[in-house]
């Protein structure tokens, strides 16, 4: 249990809609951030938000979007879906100051299936 | 971040010792050396992290050769618990605030009763 919660568990689409994502960060952490994990391989980086804004991004593009709030926990927005989106999309949070030597806590996910 | 090379699957017999391997010929000399796992339907779990020593702690040790090219996860008991699959990432030094962390495929890990 690492205090990160996701929600929903589970979710269907199809292709074209719009998903939100959601993150509570463990109690503590100011930074958040998203990674997609496609079936039999390893999470990839979306990006991060450190105290509400955007602070790295991965190569994915403009229509994932997130917001941090101000009590730290944040959303993630994928437009335009499309079938390849289908993915375990995992929040990962860790405590102020970040750094190298600060370990990140992972929710457990939310499955979602483009159809 | 430099680039890791780990075997794709592993079994060790309960109660022994699983030995994990993770190959970072490139390593730079700000870089650590991480460890998570992944159960199956849950988030990566942090296991442990190093940079120049060895490291040990509840969950396990990680051996890191000199030149630190290649580390070892050891699980000194493993039991079917730590049947998961196994991601070693090295991490460069990031800016304040910056969590980036590169997977691979990682070692899939299997318990052998």
């Known amino acids: 249990e690492t205090g990160v919660t996701q929600s929903p568990t589970h979710l269907i689409k199809t292709r074209g809609q719009q998903v939100t994502l959601r993150c509570s960060s463990q109690s503590g952490h100011n930074t958040v951030s998203w990674y997609q994990q496609a079936l039999g391989q390893g999470p990839q980086f979306i990006f991060q938000?450190?105290?509400?804004?955007?602070?790295g991004r991965g190569n994915f593009p403009p229509r994932f979007s997130g917001l941090q709030f101000p009590n730290y926990s944040s959303e993630l927005n994928v437009n335009a879906l499309e079938l390849d989106d289908s993915a375990l999309y995992l929040c990962?949070?860790?405590?102020?100051?970040?750094?190298?030597?600060?370990?990140?806590?992972f929710g457990s996910g939310t499955q979602l299936s483009v159809l | 971040d430099a680039k890791t090379t780990q075997p794709p699957s592993m079994d060790c017999a309960e109660g022994r010792a699983a030995n994990l391997p993770c190959n970072h010929s490139?390593?730079?000399?700000?870089?650590?050396v991480y460890w998570y796992r992944q159960i199956h339907s849950q988030g990566p779990q942090y296991i442990i992290h190093g940079l120049k020593n060895n490291e040990t702690n509840e969950m396990a040790s990680l051996i890191i050769t000199e030149d630190r090219k290649s580390s070892t996860l050891i699980l000194p008991h493993a039991t079917l618990r730590d049947t998961a699959v196994y991601y070693c990432i090295v991490r460069a030094q990031t800016n304040f605030g910056n969590e980036k962390l590169t997977f691979g495929t990682g070692t899939r890990l299997t318990i052998i009763p």
């Open positions: 938000y450190y105290r509400e804004e955007e602070n």
């Open positions: 490139t390593i730079s000399g700000n870089e650590y």
């Open positions: 990962a949070s860790s405590p102020q100051g970040g750094g190298t030597n600060e370990k990140l806590f």
